[in-house]
């Protein structure tokens, strides 16, 4: 065997492997059309929103096959509160049944569940579940996924800049970390690469307005429930073939 001048340095030398969440891109997708899917199809608004959440377990599984490390899915905003009493029941139901039946997976899958957005609006029975979804999976370093629930972008600088109202002045690292913390993410706000929009709307709809300064957008016709692992493979390959500048110039014309 040959032998090597530079011996391994000691486990606790060496710096920390970056794990697949960490160095994989950050994709977050607003998940729209469900109800027109429905509704095209005679059914009602709540049918697209069941098909929508067997859509949400197949990108789940496929996210890591293309390179994605976080995934951010908007699946309730603050305003989505206005939407009829029934509706708003299916899809808190919808949210605990996935949590619960999804957490194995996400512990075999190694991927870690976390919910972003406002806490205290939650029903009780839906929150129980997040505590114990996120705790069962707060190892998985392949995917962090995180759904976003009663989820404001707006709000959510607000509250921050609230907490830090103290400080003489404040950097832009501790207003994401400050964003971080009043959605229950413990981390800085992470910077979107790319952000899907299925259901043919071309806006942002108050969905991590901090986080998507850079980011690259893709919208497609494809209302959510035929959203598939093919059609976010293709949102990122064309992702990879953007040239991504920062404000700044291309490379070949920088002289
Ligand atoms: C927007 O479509 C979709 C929502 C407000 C709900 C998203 C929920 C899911 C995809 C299902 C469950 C999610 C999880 C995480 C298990 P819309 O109803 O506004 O559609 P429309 O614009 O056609 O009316």
Same mark, same amino acid.
């Given at each position: 065997?040959?032998?090597?001048?530079?011996?391994?340095?000691?486990?606790?030398?060496?710096?920390?492997?970056?794990?697949?969440?960490?160095?994989?891109?950050?994709?977050?997708?607003?998940?729209?059309? =469900?109800? %027109?899917? *429905?509704?095209?199809?005679?059914?009602?608004?709540?049918?697209?929103?069941?098909?929508?959440?067997?859509?949400?377990?197949?990108?789940?599984?496929? *996210?890591? /096959?293309?390179?994605?490390?976080?995934?951010?899915?908007?699946?309730?905003?603050?305003? =989505?509160?206005?939407?009829?009493?029934?509706?708003? *029941?299916?899809?808190?139901?919808?949210?605990?049944?996935?949590?619960?039946?999804?957490?194995?997976?996400?512990?075999? =899958?190694?991927?870690?569940?976390?919910?972003?957005?406002?806490?205290?609006?939650?029903?009780?029975?839906?929150?129980?579940?997040?505590?114990?979804?996120?705790?069962?999976?707060?190892?998985?370093?392949?995917?962090?996924?995180?759904?976003?629930?009663?989820?404001?972008?707006?709000?959510?600088?607000?509250? *921050?800049?609230?907490?830090?109202? /103290?400080?003489?002045?404040?950097?832009?690292?501790?207003?994401?970390?400050?964003?971080?913390?009043? =959605?229950?993410?413990?981390?800085?706000?992470? /910077?979107? /690469?790319?952000?899907?929009?299925?259901?043919?709307?071309?806006?942002?709809?108050?969905?991590?307005?901090?986080?998507?300064?850079?980011?690259?957008?893709?919208?497609?016709?494809?209302?959510?429930?035929?959203?598939?692992?093919?059609?976010?493979?293709?949102?990122?390959?064309?992702?990879?073939? %953007?040239?991504?500048?920062?404000?700044?110039?291309?490379?070949?014309?920088?002289?």
């Amino acid at each position: 065997m040959p032998q090597s001048h530079h011996p391994a340095k000691p486990q606790h030398m060496r710096p920390p492997q970056q794990s697949a969440a960490e160095s994989g891109i950050h994709v977050a997708i607003i998940m729209d059309g =469900n109800g %027109r899917w *429905a509704t095209s199809r005679g059914r009602p608004r709540t049918a697209g929103h069941i098909a929508g959440a067997r859509v949400v377990k197949k990108i789940v599984e496929a *996210a890591p /096959d293309f390179g994605i490390g976080m995934l951010t899915l908007y699946a309730f905003s603050a305003d =989505n509160w206005a939407r009829p009493s029934r509706e708003v *029941a299916l899809l808190m139901k919808l949210f605990r049944r996935y949590l619960v039946s999804e957490v194995e997976r996400c512990v075999t =899958n190694d991927v870690r569940m976390r919910i972003i957005g406002r806490r205290d609006r939650i029903p009780a029975e839906l929150l129980r579940a997040i505590v114990s979804a996120e705790e069962a999976t707060r190892h998985g370093r392949k995917l962090d996924l995180r759904i976003a629930v009663d989820y404001s972008a707006r709000d959510s600088m607000v509250r *921050a800049a609230e907490s830090l109202r /103290d400080k003489e002045s404040i950097t832009r690292e501790e207003l994401a970390g400050a964003m971080g913390r009043v =959605n229950h993410w413990y981390g800085e706000a992470r /910077d979107v /690469d790319l952000l899907i929009r299925t259901g043919g709307e071309q806006r942002l709809s108050d969905f991590l307005l901090w986080e998507c300064a850079y980011a690259e957008l893709y919208f497609t016709e494809r209302r959510w429930p035929e959203f598939t692992a093919a059609d976010l493979q293709q949102a990122a390959s064309e992702f990879h073939s %953007r040239e991504r500048r920062y404000g700044t110039v291309p490379a070949a014309a920088a002289g």
